[in-house]
């Protein structure tokens, strides 16, 4: 009797084997193109790991094979299309660069980045209505937010994508205020359409660049008063960018406040000298002799005095090495402490 059992056993244990491999083998058969999608998307999952190692050993056109081969055998990897699509920016071919973000978006149309990335290409190309549609559906998008704890926080990356989209939209109607031509009606309102986004941009980034610009719209709109007050922000978050102390130098000279011109000027020049910039630094020191001469005419010979002794007490601390002024911490804190004209807040908070 227990022999018997164990034959039944054994022929139950091996005709259920039969007829599971049979059912195996028969959905392969009747799921072949599922299967074979299944194995070829591990294999694309393999050339995009490939391909991510190419990229960040900068062996580009290595990485461009393995995304090319891996989206062959994937092809909804909307990654591996992204990253192809910057490296073909990298190599200046946006025909397809624009391709590939595009085929990236039409699978994962909230991939907000690659649509702002998409927009920059399309305004390097000229298309810049395109562009500001392409920022707008970012402004606009209103994704589900997930927030893992020291991992993942989508609504913090959703604000940080909708400033940078602000900001790039200002860039992009600034140049059309540029391409309005002599229209000056035209133009105008395009830097104020430009100036709006950088606002919002600023309330969202509030970063060097975005105050700098908005600095910038507002002095080409003649807005002194604005155009001081952010050039000022923008001095305070990154106070050794030349920029914004040789625009701000501008607009005083304009405004006839020509010791605080004098002032920027100089700083203006010494953070250029500091990076060897030595055609820029002429031009900006032939301007502030100019911004000097009307000083002395202006000013008593007491003042132009000790203007020139603060040139030579400045001067005898400026050392040079190879070519290049070095900034030491007496310089670094002159240029971070001296916001003597961004201190004065009565003259730039008028109109804000």
Request: charged share 25%; aromatic share 14%; net charge positive.
């Amino acid at each position: 009797m227990y022999k018997l059992k164990k034959i039944l056993h054994s022929t139950t244990t091996k005709i259920v084997s039969i007829v599971l491999l049979l059912a195996f083998l028969g959905s392969i058969f009747l799921y072949f193109d599922f299967y074979k999608r299944q194995i070829n998307k591990i294999r694309g999952y393999y050339w995009v790991y490939q391909g991510d190692r190419a990229y960040k050993k900068l062996d580009l056109q290595k990485a461009v094979n393995c995304y090319e081969h891996a989206i062959k055998l994937h092809p909804k990897h909307y990654r591996a299309m992204y990253n192809l699509a910057n490296i073909y920016v990298v190599y200046e071919d946006y025909y397809s660069a624009l391709k590939n973000y595009e085929k990236a978006l039409e699978i994962k149309p909230d991939f907000e980045v690659a649509r702002i990335d998409y927009a920059i290409i399309l305004s390097q190309t000229y298309e810049i209505d395109r562009a500001i549609e392409e920022y707008q559906k970012v402004i606009e998008n209103k994704p589900g937010f997930i927030k893992i704890p020291f991992l993942v926080d989508s609504k913090k990356s959703y604000k940080h994508n909708r400033g940078v989209a602000y900001y790039n939209m200002g860039l992009a109607y600034r140049t059309k205020s540029m391409m309005a031509g002599l229209n000056s009606t035209i133009k105008r309102a395009y830097l104020k359409k430009a100036s709006s986004s950088y606002e919002k941009a600023t309330e969202i980034l509030n970063s060097y660049n975005s105050n700098y610009n908005l600095g910038l719209i507002h002095q080409l709109l003649k807005n002194p008063m604005q155009a001081g007050y952010y050039y000022c922000k923008a001095m305070e978050l990154s106070p050794l960018e030349y920029e914004s102390h040789f625009n701000l130098a501008v607009l005083l000279n304009d405004m006839k406040e020509y010791e605080g011109a004098s002032s920027e000027f100089k700083k203006a020049g010494l953070l250029l000298d500091s990076i060897g910039d030595n055609t820029k630094t002429t031009y900006i020191y032939n301007v502030l002799s100019n911004v000097n001469q009307k000083i002395a005419i202006n000013a008593t010979n007491d003042y132009y005095k000790k203007i020139k002794e603060k040139e030579e007490e400045a001067s005898s601390r400026q050392k040079y090495k190879a070519g290049k002024l070095v900034l030491d911490d007496s310089s670094d804190e002159e240029l971070i402490e001296n916001f003597s004209i961004c201190a004065n807040k009565e003259l730039f908070m008028g109109d804000i």
